[in-house]
């Protein structure tokens, strides 16, 4: 099990090098991260965008394209987009990732139903975050896609982030559906959802992961908080996956975890043919870099 998240940056130099299709790479925190991806030997990239703006950045930032495919585009992006999603389509790349482009953009091309790469039903976000005050990394999900999953969504959204899990060396994670209290209240969506997604794994309908439900957060991360209001189970306190009711739930929490809670974070988009790295604008280069080496080591 990986508990840092700089171990993905080590796993991923043993793997041998992938390429990464960049749609719209003329933005400058992306290619911040490529460079230090490159030098670290984590991945090829292909950069699609307009080459003028991207040879200006990659200038300012002393990275040597040198050997680095570019290929120019001027039109609009959401042809850029299509011209990343097309080179994994068709095995020239590895990794998709977004670069200076609408979200929206990318995944209609992704979403194509002659020309793009999803590969289950549901496409969903997972974030790995590092805090200082937990004891293992967290996986939150889904906090950029999926606006208000219904229980079929919630399933898929939870195979999804079960799947890169595991692939982190997680063998069965533990997954807390949270909401604001630990009782089921029909008048409470999220409640109502998490009974029901554990009775589904409780039948073996959902697999590969234990899952628990409903759980405030606290119950989910504080083994003491558990306790304390009398729950006492493998996963509260221990949780490897949040399951949040709503985008919004999840936004907030993701950004509260970085910006207020000093954690790390790396995200992908699980459910396409290749790892998406759909990074926000506000994440650092830092995030970014680590979004691509997870991308390279669950790929």
Known sequence: MIS?????????????MCRIAVAAAEDKEVLKALKEAVELQIVHPILVGNKRAIADIARSIDFDLKGIETIDHNGSTSGLAEIAVS????????ILMKGFLNTGELLKAVLDKHNGI???????????????????????????????????TKTHIIRNAAEASRKLGTDNPKVAVVAAVETVNPKMEATVHAAMLKEMNREGKLTGCIVEGPFALDIAVDKQAALH?????AVAGDSDIILVPDIEAGNILYKALNFLGGAASAAIVMGA??????????DDERSKLLSVALAAVIR
């Open 4 to 16: 840092k998240l700089t171990e993905l940056i080590e796993i991923a130099r043993r793997k041998p």
């Open 87 to 94: 080179l994994v389509k068709k095995g020239e790349a590895d």
């Open 118 to 152: 999803r590969a289950t039903q549901v496409l969903s976000h997972v974030a790995f975050m590092e805090s200082p005050y937990y004891h293992k990394l967290l996986g939150v999900t889904d906090v950029a896609m999926n606006i208000a999953p219904d229980l079929d």
């Open 229 to 233: 209001k009398g729950i006492d189970n």
């Open 273 to 282: 043919s290749a790892p998406i790295v759909l990074t926000s604008r506000s």
